[in-house]
């Protein structure tokens, strides 16, 4: 399955109720072909807004994060667990995870990524099956599905605890060493 006959099966998706309160569904941005994909939770109001995922201020310290790294947009995959913006950015309910996740995961076994970072608890929560936080599970790595599944902290993270901001520097850092293999023992 290609990543636009995953798009065109979403549709303009009125699977669950937030599909009432969007603007804009946020199905994801980037490279098709990616090596990185990056998994976050779910829209926020300027991705509602814009229909691309992470433009808000977590998305232009994602930005900052990826350059830091030689990475940019361009290059990877982004997406969210959930396609629609939650009312006030609340968490995403069961059931609309639910609804969600086989989108997700046939975005990614279209995009046939060699490393995944959930960036906080609810992507990592649905990528591992688990029911662990993000802190614990933080600079550890999985496999699922053949995917290297890096759990890392959502970059609203330091907006929100500035003192977070060195711990997400090195979890971009540790991306890169996944992402670049050959280059990490150069």
Not at 16 to 37: M, Q, Y
Not at 56 to 68: I, Q, V
């Amino acid at each position: 399955m290609k990543l636009t006959d995953v798009r065109d099966h979403l549709g303009d998706c009125h699977r669950c109720a937030l599909s009432e309160s969007r603007t804009t569904l946020v199905f994801g941005a980037g490279n098709p072909k990616a090596d990185i994909v990056l998994v976050g939770e779910a829209p926020g109001a300027k991705e509602d807004s814009d229909g691309v995922p992470f433009v808000g201020a977590a998305g232009k310290l994602l930005d900052s994060m990826l350059a830091r790294i030689s990475l940019d947009r361009s290059g990877i995959y982004i997406a969210n667990v959930l396609k629609c913006r939650p009312p006030s950015n609340r968490d995403p309910k069961p059931d609309e995870i639910e609804t969600c996740v086989p989108f997700l995961f046939d975005q990614l076994d279209a995009i046939q990524p060699r490393v995944v970072g959930t960036l906080g608890n609810f992507s990592t929560r649905v990528l591992l099956g688990t029911r662990e936080g993000i802190t614990a599970l933080r600079g550890q790595v999985f496999n699922v599905r053949g995917w290297t599944v890096l759990p890392m902290y959502h970059p609203a993270a330091a907006l929100h605890n500035g003192s977070l901001r060195p711990e997400i520097e090195r979890d971009f850092l540790r991306l890169q060493e996944f992402a670049n293999p050959d280059r990490s023992s150069a």
